[in-house]
């Protein structure tokens, strides 16, 4: 069995459970503080990595955000591009092999209400301002249930994200023939969780996204309104909403792409698992002798040394418990 010095820095447990997860019964690990293969993320300061250098540096992206090969030797992440064997790139958010898409039978899907909007981020991204003017300009058409903080017209509608509210969403729009599916923003690789969800309960996402959504998902079975304006969505949801036979059509469609790869967790765990098993060593990441970004973060990891910004964080984390006591916010 192979061992293996491992650290995570900037990482969340479930991340770095799902990691372990990854990398399989291969591999004997031992956590260090000198590691052999570093894995960091994204969730913290962002400088973590830099204090090891002396290691095979493992970048496991989120959201869209997209790997600077300068800091890492190898990444993961869902922006679509090629870096020789350095990186792999997967779904944000993709089906399972698991998944049922069909029709329950005996039910009458055409009979259920017309829209939902279920949203709580109302300006961050051009997606998001886009489908709030979407909605109200649909709602000229047929009124359309909004139980999220955006446009909210029901109250209490699903548990608050502090409860059950996954299952709780899923319940919700599952009564619904059509549910708004606009991403936060139109950024390659992307495609998150709402068209997915969406299909998950059999109803017919409103989509507005990146093209590669037509990589993972069957464009005959949503109603894709990139590009469009937004006469032009309302007149193209009105369509299918007014002919049944063109909604069940639409419906009875396997939403997941024919080509698309449902076992890519398998290659990506095979991608992990050779950086260890086949004791890659890391790149020259400033082979000219430029600063790729170290010589910053140096310089931030000596201020976090100082006596002056351990006490500010000191009181930072004092006001913040102070406020969270007296119900106050920034």
């Not at 031992?30 to 250098?53: A, K, M, T």
């Not at 300068?70 to 944000?92: H, L």
């Not at 997606?127 to 709602?139: D, S, T």
């Not at 006469?231 to 939403?255: A, F, G, I, T």
Request: glycine residues 6%.
């Amino acid at each position: 069995m192979k061992k293996a010095k491992i650290k995570f820095v900037d990482t969340y447990s479930k991340q770095k459970k799902y990691i372990l997860r990854l990398l399989g019964d291969q591999i004997e690990i031992e956590e260090s503080d000198e590691p052999d293969f570093l894995f960091y993320g994204v969730f913290g300061s962002g400088i973590e990595h830099f204090r090891n250098q002396d290691c095979v540096k493992i970048f496991m992206a989120s959201e869209g955000v997209i790997p600077d090969f300068n800091e890492c030797d190898y990444a993961v992440a869902e922006y679509p591009m090629q870096v020789g064997d350095r990186y792999f790139c997967k779904p944000y958010m993709s089906p399972a092999p698991t998944d049922n898409f069909e029709l329950e039978e005996g039910k009458d899907y055409l009979n259920r209400k017309f829209c939902n909007f279920v949203y709580s981020n109302e300006t961050n991204g051009r997606g998001a301002l886009l489908r709030k003017e979407f909605c109200q300009k649909l709602m000229e058409y047929k009124h359309v249930d909004c139980p999220g903080k955006v446009l909210n017209n029901m109250k209490d509608a699903i548990e608050p994200r502090s409860g059950n509210w996954f299952h709780g969403k899923l319940d919700f729009i599952k009564d619904y023939k059509f549910t708004i599916s606009f991403e936060n923003i139109d950024t390659p690789g992307m495609v998150s969780e709402k068209i997915y969800n969406a299909f998950q309960v059999r109803s017919v996402p409103i989509y507005w996204g990146p093209e590669d959504v037509n990589k993972i998902y069957n464009p005959k079975a949503f109603i894709n309104c990139s590009g469009l304006s937004l006469d032009e969505m309302v007149r193209k949801v009105k369509e299918v909403d007014e002919n049944d036979e063109l909604y069940m059509e639409m419906l009875r469609q396997n939403p997941v792409n024919e080509n698309f790869n449902l076992y890519w967790e398998q290659d990506l765990s095979k991608f992990l698992q050779s950086i260890i098993l086949e004791d890659k060593k890391h790149f020259d990441k400033d082979p000219l002798g430029w600063d790729a970004g170290s010589k910053s973060a140096k310089e931030l990891l000596e201020i976090e040394n100082t006596l002056y910004y351990k006490t500010r964080k000191t009181m930072q984390k004092a006001y913040h418990k102070i406020s969270s006591a007296l119900g106050k916010t920034d």
